[in-house]
């Protein structure tokens, strides 16, 4: 791949169209092709845990992960932060503002 | 990851925690296909959830298409009847709000961002953990979604040592099996 061709291909910008392509068609099969029709079950209750498997790992690697080693700092008091404020059903900027701000307290102390 | 760059990303990849887990991976950097494996694996559930609603979308196969993009989580929730039928009014028109903000509200915070200074000193990487954890919440719905979520963290876990960023993202997957139902 030539020089110029790579740096207009830059990493970010194929993630963006890959990501977008890949979104719009998932959102698009069903209306598109399927009309009314439903999945069958058994698909459609592994498709259904995707979600949650994912953003429980992004949670984690987000929380306690770092260049191929486990950290564990001031995050953590943020996270605890964030678990108050879902309990006490916080609307979610709230939750997000509540985990930096403790986050960036404990960096400054 | 630049102001157009995101602002274009908003507007053709609604869907946010898709594209905060892309930015999470490259950030964390991961490779181009690990974070758009991960974005993508994360926004399939838009294939269940598209054709939930396929019956009231109108129009022929661009507008069906056009119209299934303003599918999100919270227009699809707020538009569900207790019947398990949906309004589409209500779906159409959150959509269109919630789309308008998305992408304005990117916008501004990609503009303003940069007069923010050092991301974590301000504890930014916390507050994606705690979106992340937020919309985690939102996704639980049944027994069977918390042992996902819990396979699916345990394997991330065990994973972040050993590889490459992205990859525990990716092999946490395995923990939608548990969706799995016996005939």
């Not at chain 1, 790579?6 to 719009?24: D, P, R, Y």
């Not at chain 2, 019956?55 to 019947?83: H, I, T």
Request: hydrophobic content about 55%; charged content about 15%; proline content about 4%.
């Amino acid at each position: 791949m030539s020089r110029r061709l790579e740096e207009a291909l830059s990493s970010t910008w194929l993630v963006v169209a890959i990501v977008g392509a890949g979104t719009i068609v998932c959102k698009a099969v069903g209306p598109v092709l399927l009309g009314g029709r439903t999945l069958p079950p058994q698909p459609a209750g592994i498709v259904e845990m995707l979600a949650p498997a994912l953003l429980a790992a992004l949670v984690v690697t987000q929380a306690v992960g770092a260049d191929r080693k486990l950290v564990f700092d001031e995050r953590l008091l943020g996270i605890a932060a964030a678990i108050v404020a879902i309990r006490l059903r916080a609307p979610l900027l709230v939750v997000v503002v509540a985990a930096a701000g403790v986050t960036a307290l404990a960096r400054l102390l | 990851m630049g102001t157009l760059a995101s602002v274009v990303m908003s507007a053709t990849t609604f869907a946010g925690s898709a594209q905060f887990a892309a930015a999470s991976v490259l950030s964390a950097a991961g490779s181009v296909g690990a974070a758009a494996t991960a974005a993508i694996l994360l926004n399939a559930r838009y294939v269940p959830i598209g054709i939930s609603v396929a019956s009231v979308l109108r129009g022929g196969p661009l507008r069906r298409l056009l119209e299934g993009q303003l599918v999100v989580d919270e227009s699809w929730a707020f538009s569900r009847r207790r019947d398990g039928t949906f309004d589409r009014g209500v779906l159409i028109g959150a959509g269109l709000v919630l789309y308008t903000c998305w992408v304005t509200g990117t916008a501004a915070g990609a503009l303003g961002g940069e007069a923010l200074g050092d991301p974590e000193s301000l504890g930014l990487d916390a507050a994606f953990a705690a979106l992340f954890l937020a919309l985690l919440v939102l996704q639980i719905h049944s027994r069977r979604a918390v042992v996902a979520a819990l396979v699916g963290g345990t394997i991330a876990f065990a994973l972040v040592p050993f590889t490459a960023p992205g990859v525990p993202i990716i092999a946490a997957t395995a923990g939608c099996l548990v969706g799995w139902r016996k005939r």
